[in-house]
Nanobody
Framework: VQLQASGGGLVQAGGSLRLSCAAS????????VAWFRRAPGKERQFVAA????????YYADSVKGRFTISRDNAKNATYLQMNDLKPEDTAVYYC????????????????WGQGTQVTVSS
């Protein structure tokens, strides 16, 4: 399985970006998919996740109300809509997948995308 993250860029504070994560190699419909991010000098941090069954979303407190995760199983794709971006959202964003339930710890995810840079200017 390969994951390809895209959609990052440079945006001003208050702006929006939409990240995409495309899976190839096998169907990803039975996988939980999550987004993590790593800011310079910091550890990888959970951002959001979505369950494969009913599509229930999970969010870190820092992004609740601003970010929305969604998935399209027919396209093997997951999306992260990011609104009202803040400078502290600046990081490399990674999508990750695992069979089974949603978890928020990176080491439990088997599949990883290459990361996409998000930079929010003040």
């Amino acid at each position: 399985v390969q994951l390809q993250a895209s959609g990052g860029g440079l945006v001003q504070a208050g702006g929006s970006l939409r990240l995409s994560c495309a899976a190839s190699g096998r169907t990803f419909s039975r996988h939980a998919v999550a987004w993590f991010r790593r800011a310079p000098g910091k550890e990888r941090q959970f951002v959001a996740a979505i369950r494969w069954g009913d599509g229930s979303p999970y969010y870190a407190d820092s992004v609740k109300g601003r970010f929305t995760i969604s998935r399209d199983n027919a396209k093997n794709a997951t999306y992260l809509q990011m609104n009202d971006l803040k400078p502290e959202d600046t990081a490399v964003y990674y999508c990750a997948g695992r069979m089974g339930s949603v978890l928020t710890t990176p080491r439990y995810f088997r599949y990883w995308g290459q990361g996409t840079q998000v930079t929010v200017s003040s």
